[in-house]
């Protein structure tokens, strides 16, 4: 089999498109690459929906924590506390086992999927790690800019929008990359999570954790998916640098933060 054709069977495989038995025997590095590159379809979704919604749960959190309201404070500060400090892994087992139980009870079902309930705490956790991140930004703000901001007579709403808000995007940005780059790494504990793979339509982790059982060599899939992160990362880069120079375009370039990439080792 040409690797073209093996492109056209497997390319969309990991969401219901092509062939569908998995290659056993006479395995090639080329369906190595094309199914575990199938499989990365997966981790992008995970990764960019759980920053999308993550992204405005955690702008909230941030604002209830940095609230001088009670109602609000302690609930954000309680949010973040548990989900910053109990291991993400752990969060994916509990969610499952939890989201089964109400299955059970005839509460519901569709949550024990991994597109549902994956998506859902990874969502939560990124959350959680974003607003201390937004809440530091929020902390931080220039108090020259927000006396400047009172005595043109900015207050309210107004006030947020054409102040508080931009300037905290702008000091929170390089640390939010980092927090983007490490969710991106996280999509991959889903394989191990307890969430299953429907109908072998795994993650990019599922596929080559496959090919190594079946190979006996793990020194093919394994690097082929690091190589796929390590590309995903520097796109992640590129885009969110674009997104850091328009936040700071009015701040001379000297001036301007760089983006400074430390992902987490342990979560």
């Known amino acids: 089999m040409s690797c073209w054709q093996?492109?056209?069977d497997y390319g969309l495989r990991a969401i219901g498109?092509?062939?569908?038995?998995?290659p056993k025997t006479d395995i090639t590095v080329c369906e190595q690459v094309i199914l575990i590159g199938s499989g990365m379809i997966w981790n992008i979704y995970f990764g960019v929906l759980a920053l999308?919604?993550?992204?405005?749960?955690?702008s909230a959190l941030a604002l209830g924590k940095n609230s001088s309201n009670l109602w609000l404070q302690r609930p954000s500060r309680l949010f973040?506390?548990?989900f910053r400090g109990s291991p993400l892994f752990i969060q994916f087992f509990f969610a499952y086992f939890a989201f089964l139980a109400l299955k059970k009870m005839g509460i519901v079902t569709w949550l024990t999927s991994a597109q549902a309930g994956a998506l859902l705490v990874l969502i939560l956790n990124t959350a959680a790690y974003s607003a201390e991140i937004f809440y530091g930004a929020l902390q931080a703000l220039p108090k020259g800019e927000m006396e400047a901001a009172d005595a043109y007579?900015?207050?309210?709403?107004?006030?947020f929008k054409r102040i508080v808000w931009p300037t905290m995007l702008r000091l929170a940005w390089p640390g939010y990359t980092n927090e983007a780059?490490?969710?991106?790494?996280?999509t991959a504990l889903v394989f191990f999570s307890g969430f299953p793979a429907w109908q072998q339509r795994g993650d990019a982790l599922y596929y080559a954790s496959y090919f190594a059982d079946k190979t006996f060599n793990p020194f093919v899939p394994y690097p082929i998916l690091a190589g796929y992160f390590v590309l995903?990362?520097?796109v992640i880069i590129g885009l969110f640098g674009l997104i850091n120079r328009r936040l700071n375009r009015h701040v001379?370039?000297?001036d301007r933060p760089k983006l400074k990439v430390r992902p987490n080792l342990i979560r």
């Open 80 to 82: 973040i506390f548990l």
């Open 17 to 22: 498109y092509g062939e569908r038995l998995l």
């Open 52 to 58: 999308f919604f993550g992204f405005f749960l955690a």
């Open 6 to 8: 093996t492109i056209q």
């Open 252 to 254: 001379p370039s000297a």
């Open 232 to 234: 995903l990362t520097l």
């Open 153 to 159: 007579g900015f207050s309210g709403w107004k006030k």
């Open 181 to 186: 780059i490490f969710l991106m790494h996280a």
